[in-house]
């Protein structure tokens, strides 16, 4: 073991390297699974020793990992890798076994106090050998928690975060998730009170994120169809969640967004978004059926394989979502049902592309937006036309269809094109074009 | 740092001062050229089937010849930083190549890091180019006059520029985003050659505010390139700062689709702010085009198709602030303001050309401001051709030198016209 050191020489954190320190081979012959836990375990010493932390130090190599490595317990303890997704190659993980990986955990062994200042950076795993089995990170009990420059393929469920607050995720690939009834990344909470913790998931930054299965609408072996892993959920007390460059592809739904328990207590709260697709899922791009306030721009939700574009349940609140396109959808491009929701400068279009028999075909039995829900406007943007390319057959029943009792507005929008009308049911309308 | 150098086992860490001998003329004005000794830290690193790293201490350091391609995967050239580590480079080639490999196959996971790149008196070439690559990142990386900066072409994926800036780019492109045709192989690659999934944030390139570079392109997206996602750009000077446009090359003519850009400045662009003359949904939020010598702000041509701009700025430009040709395109909270700067109020601030097909603006404003004393004054602020459906809702046409709108609007609701 040695220190990270200051310019003059002073001792700022332990520094433990796992091939120096504590005997890890890297060359994915070795099992290293001890060799890494060891030094983790040592890490949590020294961390709770000096109050301040510790560095787990990954040299660059292929290290083979056949179990659990140790829960990272204390405050400040790191675990640096030299490359992982971006770039190059530095420190490979190769994992095998049906345990969970990395784990953070402020409440393991009966403790009863939130851990801060976790990393875990540059490294790569595939965990092709796992077998679909266990989880890749996990958190509780964590405030401040980076996870950054990290790549993961062929896993079985990505990342669970409970009770952990102040998450930055930068340059973080999921790639392929393989369970089934799995999941990708899921972020919970009940509301409850744990140790005197409100049990939620709170402020999280995720910038340049990828999540994706392998599988999209037949591509498993035998063609057979993976309908199960969502992408990302954000289920119960998950609050202030910021999305900026992420793409959430070929799941069952991209964003799912509902109660802990799918019908009561809190929901989430504050979900924002940026430049971000749900594209090419086997169900809905975006499954948002309980959350107050969601603001989305500039973002893509297309090709569903067999479901709507998005769709706003009945506990779908404040909903506002600039300059972003919804298109190619099996059913409607967007379903709301909830309470208050603003579309501005978006385009809707070529939804619709099934047959009531699920059969892929321009049948034009479905609308564009389809509004069951209370307060719904629209301001700018289509649903309905689009010259792009004229000889795409797939048109909307309606652009939009108001089958229920609440306020639907349209203003300034374009709503030809369409195959049985503009508008249906009883829509506001100010300053569109119809026909 | 040799202690990140091993046996084929682990990554090996290349240093090119201490290991290759490269020659740092930190005080020495003219040095030896150290293109051999990189050449031969990139050529253990090609051969290297576990990847490399090639580390570049401080210092500065002169590049008189070219230097090899990378070609093997893994790979990163790292440097100390962008003020830390320069590298000055002259001559006419190209300075880092990734890919181009005969063999068609695509190099994964490659970069550059921490590198202040000098080209003050380079006639020509990239400071980096790459194709047939996969997982390519640029970051920290500041050039200084570059003759051209960066060219990614198809087959390239995942590229991703973080903290970039060219500074005074000379040539004819700031980055070249090169995708070819729809669907096109191009050997001796065997996937399509599209440019697709490029990221960047933080990125300035700034070319010469001057008559003289008014082919120069900034950041030029061109054929099939898919889903690029930009934040936190400056495009400033130049001939065109924005362009996005149909392959010239490629067996058909394809055009790009998806350009999500959040928090774009260009500025003072010599021929044209943003000329998107070929783009499948194009959406812009907080941007701000202003300023450009003598022409247009921004220019959507004929097959420009779903554009949706929210929060914008145009103005100061030369003649039109905006200029729609192509098929539907809605903006919010856009303010045109003050073009027409050729002084003969004459160009209006938004122009809808003939064969336009639905353009659309809610709560937005063409007009002249009144807290700013210009004589140039926008002769409408919108003016279009019969046929062009236009919407406006919520908008101001206000302080234009003939009148707010020239033409009949299609739908009209809650607009100011003087």
Known sequence: MSFLKGLTGEKILPWIDVKADHGAIGDNVADDTSAISAAISAANSLAQQNARGAIVFIPPGNYKITGALTTITQNGVKIIGTGGCFPGGGSGFYCSGSADVFTANGFFGGATTVIKDIVISGIRIDASGKNKAGTIVTTNAVNGFILDNFYVVNYGNGMLNTLTSNMLLREVDFQWAQALNGFAWKMQGTGNSINGYEDKVENVEAYNVNVTTRYFKGDLPGGANDNTIDIVSCLGAVNNIYLDTVTFLKGRHGLVLDHYDGSTGPVPRNIVAKNSDFEYNYGKGINARAVNSLQFDNIYSHGSGFERGMDFGPKANNIKITASSCHDHWLQGIVFEGNGMTLTATDVYWNSQNNSSGVYASTNTHSGIYVTGKDFTMLGGTSGINPQRPSNSFKHAYGIDNAGSGRVQAIGVRLNGNYLGATNGTVTSLGNITT | MSFFKGTNTITPWINVVTDQNANNNYFSPVGTDVAQAVNTAIALANASDKGAVIFIPPGRYY?????????????????????????????????????????????????????????????????????????????????????????????????????????????????????????????????????????????????????????????????????????????????????????????????????????????????????????????????????CATGPGMHFNTRSNNIRIVNGSVYDNFNEGIIFQGNTMTMSSVDVFNNSRRGLNSNSGILITTGANGFTMVGSSSGNTSSRSVVENQQYGINFAAGARVIAVGCRFVGNATRGVNGTLTANAGNLFS
């Open chain 2, 63 to 291: 590049v008189n010849s070219a230097f090899d391609a990378i070609q093997a995967n893994f790979v990163r050239i790292v440097g100390a930083g962008s003020g830390l580590t320069t590298l000055v480079c002259n001559g006419t080639s190209n300075v880092f190549t990734f890919g181009y490999k005969s063999t068609g196959e695509n190099m994964v996971m490659l970069g550059i890091q921490g590198l202040r790149i000098e080209c003050n008196t380079k006639t020509a070439g990239y400071v980096f180019r790459a194709r047939g690559v996969d997982y390519v990142t640029l970051s920290d990386i500041y050039v200084d006059s570059p003759f051209d900066g960066i060219l990614t072409e198809g087959p390239c994926y995942n590229i991703l520029l973080r903290d970039v800036t060219l500074q005074t780019v000379r040539g004819n492109y700031g980055w070249w985003i090169k995708g070819y045709g729809r669907d096109e192989l191009i050997s001796p690659y065997t996937s399509s050659a599209h440019a697709q999934i490029i990221k960047f944030y933080n990125v300035t390139i700034e070319g010469q505010n001057t008559a003289s570079t008014p082919t120069s392109r900034l950041l030029c997206a061109e054929g099939a390139n898919y889903s690029l996602y930009a934040d936190t750009i400056r495009l400033i000077g130049g001939g065109t700062g924005l362009t996005l446009r149909s392959n010239a090359e490629g067996t058909s003519t394809s055009y790009g689709e998806f350009f999500h850009c959040v928090n774009m400045f260009i500025a003072n662009s010599y021929v044209m702010g943003a000329n998107i003359s070929a783009h499948n949904d194009v959406e812009l939020t907080n941007i701000t085009v202003a300023n």
